[in-house]
């Protein structure tokens, strides 16, 4: 416990550090943490343990997911949920494919290249949606990068369930019935278990209104819902997304002053909830670093890194050009400056890390997958979330 505890303490010393240095040098937060996190690991200084599955699935997901849907107006949501859609749904599919074909030509067996494909279609620019904050980008624009990233995180999910089931069983055919039964399933299951936390939340808020409660009640729906999900085999992500919704639309993004929750309740739990993020957030990245930082990529190789780097990005690619331009002449036009946002800020991150280190033993090339992974990660953070500033300032989204 007092290992544990000094652990802790020390990580968020560090990560305190580099967020009071990062303002000071117009740093990205986020960004900073990772290269901090490979220089400690680096000079062999024992920070903190290492990422594992079952801490980012139980300490970090959780808040993360919940404090971006808590946020999300449902009206918003719902305007633009075609073309939402379709990149989260058509797109994660398209993405997970281009990527395992192509790791499949450089030599990868067919089954380890469908999980890879998978795990790495989940993106999470969270290292993005926070430089928007810091820079009071608002509108459509940040709307689109948190909604996609949601909803992408959830089918990225649910496909890399589906693609590692196919692959334990040996590439076994399954029925068409058999999968839309095991997709509805996790899918159904998710959205189920989330709606029940959150609307029960929502409920039981009736019988309170001491801000403290409030609070309580919501970090419950958050690590609740993800947790029984997982238990019973469906979506955690869409889970916790779910309730983040339902919570955020009916209680906390309400203006009303009879709500489900006190206008106390809301400021308090939003602010709460914005320190939760900013504390996974902190955690995570450094860890992410250190981790970066010890992986032997030698083992695996320059250029299956670079491979899997190069078409990582040229799937995105193909995902966001052809899947706007289907709704370039209607109310959903997504224009050209939204797209390289699109494109560029589809950052990957603790989702895919999770993903990857939850592979079984038995699967073949799992350490090259987890290795592989990590690199991906690593470029995305620090390559692309250092020079994002610089794209939306060409863009007009920041000044120059």
Known sequence: MDEGLRQAVAVLAV????AIAARQIRLPYTVGLVIVGAVVALSDAELAPHLTHDLIFDLILPPLLFEAALTLSWRELMRDSLPLLALAGAGTLVSAVVVATSMTAFGWPLLSAMVFGALIAATDPVAIIAMFKDNRIKGRMRLLVESESLLNDGAAAVLFVMALAFAQSGGAEQSAAATAMTLAKIVLGGVAVGALFGGGAILVSLRTSEHLVEAALTTIAAFGSFLVAEYFHVSGVLATVTAGLIMGNLGILSEKEGGYISL?????????WDFAAFLANSVVFLLIGADVATIPFN???????AVAIATVLCA???TVYPISSLFFFSRWKISFREQHVLWWGGLRGA???ALALSLPDSLPMRDEIVAVTFAVVGFSIVVQGLTMPLLLRALGFLPK
Not at 15 to 18: P, S
Not at 264 to 272: A, D, I, N, Q, T
Request: aromatic share 8%.
């Open 316 to 318: 995105r690619a193909i």
């Open 351 to 353: 989702l895919g890390l």
């Open 299 to 305: 083992r695996v190789g320059a250029i299956p890194v």
């Open 264 to 272: 106390r309740g809301r400021e308090f739990v939003l602010s709460f």
């Open 15 to 18: 990560a305190m550090m580099v």
